[in-house]
């Protein structure tokens, strides 16, 4: 019999009792009879029954009396308005202010052109699975980071770390965004704040020509005008609040709030212009890169392959951790937005082009930055590697020294930092979408509008309050702690559980089959790059993962964290790994929840935890309910009594 899940619970008679939620196993389920009689009770009332209207059943719809209470009384979830707005939040999310400021430097640092062999293996074995695995987790699902392991109670605590670990990046993440206001807000003077033609910095630059010292007009700028990092001590000094940063932060967490206000249905349409900006004026800055001196120095920098340094491993770690954030794996971003596809999307072809596509703009990028650096380079006759930097380095002290020694460079100024406040905002978008769909899943009452507003708006002005933290005089050693350890070996941890517990508990072949059900009509290259990822899935991706994370203890326990000259005392990287731990320790929390939670031995406790909750199979009804129809993962066989007081009629092809 095929019915449409959740319109079958809501014509449960009103002296009925729904029993708790049952728990399928993936394998085919055989008919079951069962009746619920819950305390002893008949399901037949004692009451004279009262005539009720008739309740017919139609192809694929079951309709009755709308006076019944419904089993859902949430209301339903978005959907994208078109699938164009879902690829260009996912690229959006993924190209952000790596692919600007980390990717170049470390293809220059790592051997140059040869930097992209094993760019492109980890892409292969580690970015594209975990990118499917995560997508096609929230698609077929329709729910969020938490809610999504009803596949799998026993990782429940996967959802939960995701949640965590994006709720820190999110913290620090509009900071960067705030910075970027201050500089934009900065670019429109001539001439720029930070250039040597300033008089606050001319005195400087003059004695830097006269004794070679490479402490730069840029770089006092962002010390001391920007961060007033020159008045504190360190991580236990943070001073006072800086309050212009203060002010670009708070505008930063409107602005984000305003975005998000309708959910997918506002910043679904403001991607169309923040997702497709930034390729705009890279494309800009490499073709007015090309036509100055130096130039080629630095693209030739950028490029020159040195084939010895792929015998480091280093190198290869480096490769893997770039894939890894870049594309925004185990953040809960790339779930939550794939939660609101229609159920039958492609998702292994938007894998495919999001996934490269990321990758290809990482490394056009790099023409953009290594050209105007080169030029930089060139007018200072000095190596490319003496300006070369990465992250805040790159961003705020060694580019835009570069662009204030272009003609014109306020209207250059303008444009870069429009593009990293882009790039910016669509990375934080899918960060915060993360955070509030697993919350609202979790408490469906949240989607009402007016509940939905208050929880997002009490929510952005926490963050923003523990935010401020970070844009006092010693903030940049705050900024820098929870950057380092919050996407550190936590982050690995969630992702690799996340990719064993798919494999093993929920069961690879049934994944696989979840896909092939999603992609209905899957053409024969499909069904073959499934053999890939099935074998990625089992095998070589939880092998890199682990090769990640033991390099990444490795280096933890041989490196001090450094901000400049500042080493962190033991405390501070202590307070760091408390971080680190406290995301992945839920997996082990909720695992031990979901256990106890069950009957019988532990053994059986433990097989029962690791079934689907037989709402995983109903998710899909949360859908088009009205041109889709879904089989019900087990057998209902119905007798007599349950047709007492109704009268079933049948329309045209109609049958039970």
């Given at each position: 019999?095929k019915?449409i899940?959740?319109?079958?619970?809501?014509?449960?008679?009103?002296?009925?009792?729904?029993?708790?939620?049952?728990?399928?196993?993936?394998?085919?389920?055989?008919?079951?009879?069962?009746?619920?009689?819950?305390?002893?009770?008949?399901?037949?009332?004692?009451?004279?029954?009262?005539p009720?209207?008739?309740?017919?059943?139609?192809?694929?719809t079951?309709?009755?009396?709308?006076?019944?209470?419904?089993?859902?009384?949430?209301?339903?979830?978005?959907?994208?308005?078109?699938?164009?707005?879902?690829?260009?939040?996912?690229?959006?999310?993924?190209?952000?202010?790596?692919n600007?400021?980390?990717?170049?430097?470390?293809?220059?640092?790592?051997g140059?052109?040869?930097?992209?062999?094993?760019?492109?293996?980890?892409?292969?074995?580690?970015?594209?699975?975990?990118?499917?695995?995560?997508?096609?987790?929230?698609?077929?699902?329709?729910?969020?980071?938490?809610?999504?392991?009803?596949?799998?109670?026993?990782?429940?605590?996967?959802?939960?770390?995701?949640?965590?670990?994006?709720?820190?990046?999110?913290?620090?993440?509009?900071?960067?965004?705030a910075?970027?206001?201050?500089y934009?807000?900065?670019?429109?003077q001539?001439?720029?704040?930070?250039?040597?033609?300033?008089p606050?910095?001319?005195?400087?630059?003059?004695?830097?020509?006269?004794?070679?010292?490479?402490?730069?007009?840029?770089?006092?700028?962002w010390?001391?005008?920007?961060?007033?990092?020159?008045?504190?001590?360190?991580?236990?000094?943070?001073?006072?609040?800086?309050?212009?940063?203060?002010?670009?932060?708070?505008?930063?967490?409107?602005i984000?709030?305003?975005?998000?206000?309708?959910?997918?249905?506002?910043?679904?349409?403001?991607?169309?212009?923040?997702?497709?900006?930034?390729?705009?004026?890279?494309?800009?800055?490499?073709?007015?890169?090309?036509?100055?001196?130096?130039?080629?120095?630095?693209?030739?920098?950028?490029?020159?392959?040195?084939?010895?340094?792929?015998?480091?491993?280093?190198?290869?770690?480096?490769?893997?951790?770039?894939?890894?954030?870049?594309?925004?794996?185990?953040?809960?971003?790339?779930?939550?937005?794939?939660?609101?596809?229609?159920?039958?999307?492609?998702?292994?072809?938007?894998?495919?082009?999001?996934?490269?596509?990321?990758?290809?703009?990482?490394?056009?990028?790099?023409?953009?930055?290594?050209?105007?650096?080169?030029?930089?380079?060139?007018?200072?006759?000095?190596?490319?590697?003496?300006?070369?930097?990465?992250?805040?380095?790159?961003?705020?002290?060694?580019?835009?020294?570069?662009?204030?020694?272009?003609?014109?460079?306020?209207?250059?100024?303008?444009?870069?930092?429009?593009?990293?406040?882009?790039?910016?905002?669509?990375?934080?978008?899918?960060?915060?979408?993360?955070?509030?769909?697993?919350?609202?899943?979790?408490?469906?009452?949240?989607?009402?509008?007016?509940?939905?507003t208050?929880?997002?708006?009490?929510?952005?002005?926490?963050?923003?309050?523990?935010?401020?933290?970070?844009?006092?005089?010693?903030?940049?050693?705050?900024?820098?702690?929870?950057?380092?350890?919050?996407?550190?070996?936590?982050?690995?941890?969630?992702?690799?559980?996340?990719?064993?517990?798919?494999?093993?508990?929920?069961?690879?072949?049934?994944?696989?089959?979840?896909?092939?059900?999603?992609?209905?009509?899957?053409?024969?290259?499909?069904?073959q790059?499934?053999?890939?990822?099935?074998?990625?899935?089992?095998?070589?991706?939880?092998?890199?993962?682990?090769?990640?994370?033991?390099?990444?203890?490795?280096e933890?326990?041989?490196?001090?964290?450094?901000?400049?000259?500042?080493?962190?005392?033991?405390?501070?990287?202590?307070?760091?790994?408390?971080?680190?731990?406290?995301?992945?320790?839920?997996?082990?929390?909720?695992?031990?929840?979901?256990?106890?939670?069950?009957?019988?031995?532990?053994?059986?406790?433990?097989?029962?935890?690791?079934?689907?909750?037989?709402?995983?199979?109903?998710?899909?009804?949360?859908?088009?309910?009205?041109?889709?129809?879904?089989?019900?993962?087990?057998?209902?066989?119905?007798?007599?009594?349950?047709?007492?007081?109704?009268?079933?009629?049948?329309?045209?092809?109609?049958?039970?």
């Amino acid at each position: 019999m095929k019915l449409i899940p959740e319109q079958w619970n809501e014509g449960l008679q009103k002296n009925q009792v729904q029993g708790p939620e049952m728990q399928v196993g993936t394998a085919p389920v055989t008919p079951l009879d069962f009746s619920v009689e819950p305390n002893g009770a008949s399901l037949e009332s004692d009451t004279p029954q009262q005539p009720q209207p008739p309740l017919q059943i139609q192809p694929g719809t079951v309709s009755s009396d709308p006076s019944l209470p419904s089993s859902d009384p949430s209301l339903p979830r978005q959907t994208w308005g078109g699938k164009y707005e879902f690829l260009l939040s996912c690229i959006g999310y993924c190209v952000g202010l790596g692919n600007v400021w980390r990717f170049p430097y470390l293809c220059y640092r790592n051997g140059g052109g040869a930097f992209l062999i094993p760019y492109s293996i980890m892409l292969l074995f580690t970015g594209l699975p975990l990118f499917l695995m995560e997508l096609s987790l929230g698609q077929y699902g329709a729910a969020g980071p938490i809610t999504v392991w009803k596949c799998c109670p026993i990782l429940k605590g996967i959802g939960v770390g995701m949640l965590l670990v994006a709720s820190l990046v999110s913290l620090y993440y509009n900071v960067i965004i705030a910075w970027t206001f201050y500089y934009l807000g900065m670019s429109f003077q001539s001439p720029l704040p930070w250039s040597c033609e300033a008089p606050m910095y001319a005195d400087l630059c003059k004695n830097v020509s006269q004794n070679g010292s490479r402490f730069s007009a840029s770089e006092a700028f962002w010390n001391e005008r920007v961060l007033g990092v020159v008045h504190s001590k360190g991580l236990s000094d943070p001073g006072p609040v800086r309050w212009e940063l203060a002010i670009c932060l708070l505008v930063a967490w409107i602005i984000i709030f305003l975005c998000m206000l309708k959910g997918i249905h506002s910043s679904g349409k403001i991607v169309y212009f923040t997702a497709t900006f930034p390729y705009l004026v890279i494309i800009v800055l490499i073709i007015r890169g090309a036509t100055l001196e130096g130039s080629i120095d630095g693209v030739r920098f950028y490029l020159t392959a040195d084939w010895k340094r792929l015998q480091s491993a280093q190198v290869w770690n480096d490769a893997a951790s770039q894939i890894f954030y870049s594309l925004g794996i185990g953040f809960g971003g790339l779930l939550s937005m794939a939660s609101y596809n229609k159920f039958d999307n492609n998702v292994i072809r938007d894998t495919l082009v999001i996934a490269i596509g990321n990758c290809c703009t990482s490394f056009f990028a790099g023409f953009a930055i290594f050209s105007v650096l080169g030029h930089m380079a060139w007018k200072k006759q000095v190596p490319v590697g003496k300006v070369a930097d990465s992250g805040p380095g790159l961003a705020f002290v060694a580019y835009p020294e570069a662009l204030a020694l272009l003609p014109g460079s306020t209207f250059w100024s303008i444009l870069f930092f429009l593009m990293l406040f882009t790039l910016g905002v669509d990375t934080l978008f899918g960060n915060m979408e993360g955070i509030t769909t697993a919350v609202i899943d979790e408490i469906p009452s949240l989607r009402d509008w007016k509940r939905k507003t208050l929880f997002l708006a009490a929510l952005c002005f926490g963050f923003y309050l523990l935010g401020l933290l970070l844009i006092t005089e010693g903030g940049i050693y705050w900024f820098t702690l929870i950057d380092s350890y919050s996407t550190s070996f936590g982050l690995i941890i969630i992702t690799l559980f996340m990719c064993l517990g798919v494999a093993f508990f929920y069961g690879v072949n049934q994944f696989c089959q979840d896909i092939v059900d999603m992609v209905c009509r899957c053409p024969p290259w499909c069904a073959q790059l499934l053999i890939y990822f099935k074998a990625c899935w089992v095998f070589f991706t939880p092998l890199l993962l682990l090769f990640i994370l033991f390099y990444i203890f490795l280096e933890m326990y041989n490196t001090a964290l450094r901000y400049g000259s500042y080493e962190y005392p033991r405390w501070g990287k202590a307070l760091g790994v408390c971080m680190g731990v406290l995301c992945c320790i839920q997996i082990p929390l909720w695992a031990a929840v979901a256990i106890f939670r069950e009957s019988g031995t532990l053994t059986d406790r433990f097989k029962k935890s690791i079934r689907p909750l037989n709402s995983w199979r109903t998710a899909n009804g949360q859908r088009d309910i009205s041109s889709e129809v879904i089989d019900v993962p087990y057998t209902v066989n119905l007798t007599e009594q349950d047709f007492i007081g109704q009268e079933w009629l049948s329309s045209d092809s109609s049958t039970v």
